[in-house]
Nanobody, 114 residues
Framework: QVQLVQSGGGLVPPGGSLRPSCAASGSTTRFTSMGWYRQTQGKEREFVAQ???????NYADSVKGRFTISRDSTKNTVYLQMNSLKPEDTAVYYCATGGRYPDWGQGTPVTVSS
């Protein structure tokens, strides 16, 4: 089992940037896909971005061109660089391992507001 600890959320004005991180411990995540998801109150958790062990990336249409997922295997950490943030990006963001039974981070709130 992998423990995922997130950090880096917060409050930012529209057009701003944030880079939440997701540090894994207990097992390496080098050989598994890692993803970011987000959830707002009353809605289902939705996919945001994924990075595979080979480095391939996939994004939700709503964040393409603005968000970038990356990983540092030496630190067992995954990042989500979020630029040009919009109010509709406000949510709790979660990282997760891939696979049928993913491990989840604790969630980090992101609020985009002036």
């Amino acid at each position: 089992q992998v423990q995922l600890v997130q950090s880096g959320g917060g409050l930012v004005p529209p057009g701003g940037s944030l880079r939440p991180s997701c540090a894994a411990s207990g097992s390496t995540t080098r050989f598994t896909s890692m993803g970011w998801y987000r959830q707002t109150q009353g809605k289902e958790r939705e996919f945001v971005a994924q990075i595979t062990p080979s480095g391939s990336r996939n994004y939700a249409d709503s964040v393409k061109g603005r968000f970038t997922i990356s990983r540092d295997s030496t630190k067992n950490t995954v990042y989500l660089q979020m630029n040009s943030l919009k109010p509709e990006d406000t949510a709790v963001y979660y990282c997760a391992t891939g696979g049928r039974y993913p491990d989840w981070g604790q969630g980090t709130p992101v609020t985009v507001s002036s």
